[in-house]
């Protein structure tokens, strides 16, 4: 099993460019996470699926888009990006609401 | 606005020696709570998860929590090098949110 999986590992943007953040676990889990992490802030919740075919927003959506393509896959997408989205992307899944959250590598991404 | 209080430190510990990790929390209604452990440019893993009030222990690692004092504790025995982290402490806030404090930093000296 490779667990959460996340694509690509770095990233440096132009403000005002797009892109897609690709996520993808084979635990078979039913809700996936997408996370920010700054320095000093800890890990910010920007939106979740709580399953197949659902999204809601977090403490900090704006600014972002996901996609639940399927069970397996949980994209995150910056449609203008701004240097306030400089950051550490975590993607994270758990098979319920009371265990614990699996995390994947992490995209480091850099918007100029 | 729910949140999760942490010292962020560093917290210096000796070798062999007890780390004490501590966070509050303000939402009275939590119920599930989980201490992740974070090396630097690594992301983060579980350590332990507390439900009920009182001690659970799973080797060096005791997690402690009281719902009146809305406090969860994590203490670390024998503190090793490879201990040396941030720890995250997390609070299921309802449903499937969870809210993260922004962690400790633990040195623990050779």
């Known amino acids: 099993n490779a667990g959460v999986t996340q694509t690509p590992k770095f990233q440096v943007l132009k403000t005002g460019q797009s892109m897609t953040l690709q996520c993808a676990q084979d635990?078979?889990?039913?809700?996936m996470y997408w996370y920010r992490q700054d320095p000093g802030m800890g890990l910010r919740l920007i939106y979740y699926?709580?399953?197949?075919?659902?999204?809601d927003k977090g403490e900090v959506p704006n600014g972002y888009n996901v996609s639940r393509l399927n069970k397996r896959e949980f994209s995150l997408r910056l449609e203008s990006a701004a240097p306030s989205q400089t950051s550490v992307y975590f993607c994270?899944?758990?098979?319920?609401?009371?265990?614990?959250?699996?995390f994947g590598p992490g995209t480091r991404l850099t918007v100029l | 606005q729910k949140e999760v209080e942490q010292n962020s430190g560093p917290l210096s510990v000796p070798e062999g020696a007890i780390a004490s990790l501590n966070c509050t929390y303000s939402?009275?209604?939590?119920?599930?709570f989980f201490w992740y452990r974070q090396y630097s440019g690594k992301s983060p893993e579980l350590i332990m998860s507390?439900?009920?009030?009182g001690d659970k222990e799973d080797g060096r690692f005791t997690a402690q929590l009281n719902k009146a004092s809305q406090y969860v504790s994590l203490l670390i025995r024998d503190s090793q090098p490879s201990d040396s982290a941030t720890y995250l402490c997390a609070v299921r806030v309802g449903g499937f949110k969870t809210i993260f404090g922004a962690g400790t930093r633990l040195f623990v000296k050779a």
């Open positions: 699926s709580a399953s197949e075919g659902t999204t």
């Open positions: 939402d009275r209604v939590s119920q599930s």
């Open positions: 994270a899944s758990r098979p319920g609401t009371d265990n614990e959250q699996f």
């Open positions: 507390i439900y009920s009030n």
């Open positions: 635990m078979n889990h039913n809700s």
